[in-house]
């Protein structure tokens, strides 16, 4: 369980290649402090540290990751969004995010407010119902309040901080973003289509 707090930006030094697995080598300020078996995420992606070597950590995602995720667009250098797990007793300074992404979506706009920043993004209609104005959504791991909602797309604000300490700064027009709904959002839908179904 996360917080969608970043806690740090690594970046992607070597990617390796198996069968239809793919190994990242990832280079941040946390990961001397990672232990194997660790579950952490990664762009919002929950992934298991499975090695550690000078100073940097490896996690390897399967097949069925890199099919509902963008981490099949990961190379060397690329700048990655980090945050441990929620220790119990913590704060949730941001929501409960699962780190089980459910879609990817794409960056329509930038724009620069002199102080902030508006991105519009488009999601898959199909995911409409999980939406809601003023509702919690998971970028990349990051933790922030939609509005603008349409049946398929959406805006949110960046203040300063998130925009120096993650990677939203390096997002632009075209690019693709991992999406977590709201958890909450998709156990109630869950039960009233049981309910409907009944």
């Known amino acids: 369980m996360f917080t969608g707090i970043i806690e740090t930006i690594g970046t992607v030094q070597e990617v390796q290649i198996s069968g239809t697995n793919r190994s990242f080598w990832i280079e941040s300020e946390l990961s001397g402090m990672l232990?194997?078996?660790?579950?952490?995420?990664?762009n919002g992606v929950c992934?298991?540290?499975?090695?550690?070597?000078?100073?940097?950590?490896?996690?390897?995602?399967?097949?069925?990751?890199?099919?509902?995720?963008h981490l099949s667009t990961?190379?060397?250098?690329?700048?990655?969004?980090?945050?441990?797990?929620?220790?119990?007793g913590g704060r949730l300074d941001g929501h409960m995010v699962q780190g089980h992404v459910d879609t990817v979506g794409n960056c329509?706009?930038?724009?620069?407010?002199?102080?902030?920043?508006l991105f519009t993004l488009r999601f898959?209609?199909?995911?409409?119902?999980l939406m809601i104005?003023?509702?919690?959504?998971?970028?990349?791991?990051?933790s922030l309040t939609a509005?603008?909602?349409?049946?398929?797309?959406?805006?949110?604000?960046?203040?300063?901080?998130?925009w120096?300490?993650?990677?939203?700064?390096?997002?632009?027009?075209?690019d693709a973003i991992n999406l977590e709904f709201d958890m909450v959002g998709k156990y109630i839908q869950r039960s009233l289509a049981l309910q409907a179904n009944g």
């Open 35 to 42: 232990k194997i078996d660790q579950s952490v995420a990664h």
């Open 147 to 162: 509005f603008s909602v349409t049946k398929n797309s959406f805006q949110v604000a960046i203040i300063p901080y998130t």
């Open 74 to 88: 990961w190379k060397k250098g690329s700048s990655i969004n980090i945050e441990r797990c929620l220790m119990m």
């Open 47 to 69: 992934l298991t540290v499975d090695a550690l070597q000078d100073g940097r950590h490896r996690v390897t995602a399967i097949n069925e990751t890199l099919q509902k995720t």
């Open 124 to 129: 898959p209609e199909t995911f409409a119902h």
């Open 133 to 142: 104005e003023k509702g919690s959504i998971c970028l990349n791991g990051i």
């Open 164 to 174: 120096e300490h993650t990677n939203m700064h390096a997002l632009k027009p075209g």
């Open 108 to 117: 329509l706009d930038v724009h620069d407010q002199n102080g902030s920043w």
